[in-house]
C-alpha cells in the first residue's frame, strides 16, 4: 500500500536570538500519509534550508501544555505563539511558532489521516521487507 497523499503551508516563525530580538524565518511545514507520525518543518534562511522531523502528536501537544524531552521542545506561550525550541550537538535555537497557521496545518493533517489511525497507513510489510533486504 503506497500512499502519497500530502497536506503542507508555508508560514513565519520568529527565531529568536541570543540578544532576545525576533527574526522572520520562512518555514514550510508538510506532512505525508506513507509517514503518518512525522511532520517535516523545513527551515530557510539565508541561502540553506535545513529539514527537522518532529512528531504530529509533539505539535500537536505542545499547543496546550510543555511537551519534548530530547531534541524538539514545543508549550504554550500567549494565545497566538507557542515556544519551539530545537537541540543539536552544538546548537540551541529558539522559535516563536504561530499557534494559528501549526493549528491549520494539523487539522489538515487530521483530513489526511484522522488522529489515532496512523497504522491503517503504515506498509509494515514493505518496511521490513527494506530492512531485511540484502
Known sequence: MANTTRVGIETVFEFIGPDGRP???PVELGYRA???HAVSMTFRMADQATVWLVS???LADGLVAATGEGDVRLRPFTARAAILELYS???HAVFHVPVGSL???LNSSYDVV???REGDFLDIDSALRGLFAE
Do not use: T
Open 56 to 58: 504530529r502528536d509533539l
Open 23 to 25: 527574526a522572520p524565518v
Open 103 to 105: 493549528q491549520a496545518f
Open 114 to 116: 484522522a488522529p489515532g
Open 89 to 91: 550537538d552544538d546548537e
Open 34 to 36: 506513507d509517514e503518518p
